[in-house]
């Protein structure tokens, strides 16, 4: 299966193999640098690692 990003309505959609949710979880940490980040890009990106995590535990 290969990824995808379609809009459904008003929602966008993104798929992504199962086999590559970890690797996107990895990409999503949070940078090391300090230089100033939006705290509300830091809050979804913390969600959405987290939606991912509960995804990958379920199997």
Do not use: F, W, Y
């Not at 949070?30 to 991912?52: D, M, N």
């Amino acid at each position: 299966m290969t990824s995808s990003i379609k809009r459904e309505g008003d929602t966008a959609v993104i798929s992504i193999p199962m086999s590559e949710v970890h690797n996107l979880r990895v990409s999503l940490e949070e940078c090391p640098c300090k230089a100033p980040k939006s705290t509300v890009g830091i809050q979804r990106r913390k969600a959405l690692c987290a939606g991912l995590a509960k995804l990958e535990a379920r199997g």
